[in-house]
């Protein structure tokens, strides 16, 4: 599909995933709000909570460090605990140091006082923030998330991963959205590949794919074409429909 909407790549950070004791849902989330925002995710990567490792991907996917893509999500990593590291990695490699912020710490020190808690060590990490880094507001928790270059820095727990990502995402440079169509066919999906095939050299500048499923009348197959012009989508669609018979 052609498009000069920005891209994006989500980097997911913790031991936790790759063991398969915490089911991912995070890049699932942010995946359906950037193309709704029309922004193009082209990679989700996940790594081990090792800085060496978060630090090189970050600068393989961030385009301000001569990586890959316009925007760079990261979830995971910026609790309170010992192995929560991704704030030190994100410095790392954006060539900078964490310190504790102060408007960070009045967040949260704000947050302990209302809840009658003290603001411990422990809590204190989370204000911890690389030095040149703007805040991302954390309507949940109180602890912020950051973004340095074109790294935006956002909380693995579900719950605030989200309202970060709703109060970061209105303020960035979005693209146009992408519009899909799916059709439905009670066929397999060796029976329409030669038809999908010529309908996606009539139009290169669409995106068409095929999803085959079964149930209990037996197979089928989804079919769908996506583009950024809807008139266009809706032009394949019909030109699909007429070869399909349908």
Not at 26 to 43: F, M, R
Not at 44 to 60: H, M
Not at 108 to 119: F, K, N, S
Request: overall charge negative.
């Amino acid at each position: 599909m052609q498009s000069d909407n920005p891209t994006a790549a989500i980097l997911v950070i913790g031991d936790e995933i790759l063991s398969g004791r915490t089911r991912e849902g995070n890049a699932h989330h942010l995946a359906q709000v950037l193309t709704a925002s029309g922004i193009n995710l082209c990679e989700i990567r996940v790594v081990r909570d090792e800085q060496d490792d978060i630090v090189e991907a970050i600068r393989a996917l961030d385009s301000s460090l001569g990586g890959k893509y316009d925007l760079l999500f990261t979830s995971g990593g910026i609790g309170p605990t010992h192995d929560d590291i991704t704030a030190d990695a994100v410095a790392v490699a954006h060539g900078t140091t964490v310190v504790v912020n102060d408007v960070a710490r009045a967040i949260l020190q704000a947050r302990c006082d209302r809840m009658g808690t003290e603001l411990t060590p422990g809590r204190l990490r989370m204000a911890r923030i690389p030095i040149g880094a703007s805040l991302i507001e954390n309507a949940v928790s109180g602890a912020p998330g950051f973004s340095i270059g074109n790294t935006h820095v956002m909380a693995g727990v579900p719950e605030v991963f989200r309202a970060m990502v709703a109060w970061l995402l209105p303020r960035l440079q979005a693209g146009r959205p992408v519009q899909s169509r799916s059709i439905e066919v009670r066929r397999g999906e060796s029976e329409v590949a030669e038809d999908l095939k010529q309908l996606a050299a009539e139009f290169p500048d669409l995106s068409l794919g095929s999803y085959p499923f079964h149930d209990e009348t037996g197979w089928g197959t989804n079919l769908v074409v996506r583009g950024l012009d809807e008139a266009r989508v809706d032009e394949a669609v019909a030109a699909l429909k007429q070869r399909l018979d349908l």
